[in-house]
Nanobody
Framework: QVQLVESGGGYVQPGGSLRLSCVAS????????IGWFRQAPGKEREGVSC????????VYADSVKGRFTISRDTAKNTVYLFMSNLTPEDTALYYC?????????????????WGQGTQVTVSS
């Protein structure tokens, strides 16, 4: 069964850091582009970052550039999202997802497999 499971969310003060994990089962992460998304209450789902399986290239939303880093651990079949210098505007439910093809994109319409999400709350 193809599945993605996120973890690592939590409560953090502004300026703090968190590392989210996305563990894949039922397929090999190395063969797919994987993205991270977030959705805050009352807002649309926003693409945060995507990592390419072919060339290791990563793309980021402007709102997180310089603060977030996406990475892979092929041995653990896991993709990470390291988030630093967090602000209350980063508060959201964070999801990882698998791209349908081989495009590197932050458009959620190109993804067909989603995890259940992990909550990140940034507050003082």
């Amino acid at each position: 069964q193809v599945q993605l499971v996120e973890s690592g969310g939590g409560y953090v003060q502004p300026g703090g850091s968190l590392r989210l994990s996305c563990v894949a089962s039922g397929f090999t992460l190395d063969s797919y582009n994987i993205g991270w998304f977030r959705q805050a209450p009352g807002k649309e789902r926003e693409g945060v970052s995507c990592t390419s399986s072919s060339d290791g290239r990563a793309v980021y939303a402007d709102s997180v550039k310089g603060r977030f880093t996406i990475s892979r651990d092929t041995a653990k079949n896991t993709v990470y999202l390291f988030m630093s210098n967090l602000t209350p505007e980063d508060t959201a439910l964070y999801y990882c997802a698998r791209v349908k093809g081989f495009i590197t994109t932050l458009n959620p319409n190109f993804y067909n497999t989603w995890g259940q999400g992990t909550q990140v709350t940034v507050s003082s």
